[in-house]
C-alpha cells in the first residue's frame, strides 16, 4: 500500500533518509536520486496576473538498478508539461477502443472507416501500451515527488511501500508530526477563495451581458 507523507520544510532541519534502497532495501552500492517538488501560486487584480513557480529539491538514496526505473517513473508520472499532454491522448486513445468494443457488442460499428487505418490502430494500441506503463510506474515510483502546499510550507512524497514510510516517519518525527503538518481547512485555503472570487466574476460577466 502507497502511502502519502505530509513533510513540514524547515531550514534547519534536513530531511533523513533510511539509508536504503525504497524499493528493496539493499543497504549497500546506493546512489542519490534528485528530485523536486514544485507549485504555483497565483497572484493577480484589475490590471495584472502572475504566475509564481517555486522549485524545491531533494536527494534520496537508491540502489542503482531502482535508481533508474525511480527516475524514469517519476518522470512519466510528473504533472503538467508535454508528458500530462501525452497521457491526455493515451487515455483518449483507451476510451475510442472501448467505445468502439461497445459499437462492436450492438452491431453499429461508426468507427470501421477509423480503425481500418493503420495509424488509428497504432494510436489506439499505443494507448493501452501506455496505460499499462502509468501502472507499473505508480510501483516503480518508490519515492514518488506530489508537490508543495499551496498554502504552507509543505511538501508532500508519495512511498509505494507503507513500511519504508514509517521508517521514514521514524527518522524524521519532528517535521512530519501531525500537528505540525495538518491540512489546513478548506476555508482557510487560498485556493477556495480564489475560486469564490472567480465564480462570483463569472455570474457578474453573465448576468451583465446576458
Ligand atoms: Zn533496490
Redesign the pocket.
Known amino acids: 500500500m502507497s502511502e502519502v507523507v505530509r513533510i513540514a520544510i524547515t531550514p534547519n532541519e534536513p530531511i533523513q533518509w533510511p539509508e536504503r534502497?525504497p524499493?528493496?532495501?539493499?543497504s549497500h552500492g546506493l546512489v542519490e536520486i534528485k528530485s523536486h517538488v514544485t507549485r504555483e501560486t497565483h497572484s493577480y487584480s484589475i490590471a495584472f496576473f502572475r504566475v509564481f513557480r517555486e522549485t524545491l529539491s531533494f536527494y534520496f538514496p537508491?540502489?542503482h538498478?531502482?535508481a533508474a526505473q525511480n527516475r524514469f517513473a517519476i518522470f512519466w508520472l510528473r504533472r503538467g508539461g508535454w508528458m500530462a499532454l501525452f497521457r491526455v491522448s493515451m487515455y483518449l486513445a483507451c476510451f475510442l477502443t472501448l467505445f468502439a468494443g461497445l459499437q462492436l457488442a450492438v452491431g453499429k460499428l461508426t468507427l470501421r472507416y477509423h480503425l481500418s487505418q493503420p495509424g488509428f490502430t497504432i494510436f489506439m494500441l499505443s494507448g493501452w501500451v501506455g496505460l499499462g506503463i502509468s501502472f507499473w510506474a505508480r510501483k516503480a515510483a518508490a519515492v514518488f515527488p506530489v508537490g508543495l502546499d499551496t498554502d504552507r510550507n509543505i511538501m508532500e512524497i508519495r512511498f509505494s511501500q507503507a513500511r519504508y514510510a514509517r521508517e521514514f516517519k521514524r527518522l524524521n518525527p519532528r517535521t512530519t508530526h501531525r500537528h505540525l503538518v495538518e491540512k489546513t481547512v478548506f476555508f482557510m485555503r487560498s485556493g477556495f477563495w480564489t475560486l469564490i472570487v472567480f465564480l462570483v466574476a463569472v455570474a457578474f460577466v453573465v448576468k451583465t451581458f446576458k
Open positions: 534502497c524499493q528493496c532495501g539493499v537508491s540502489c538498478k531502482h
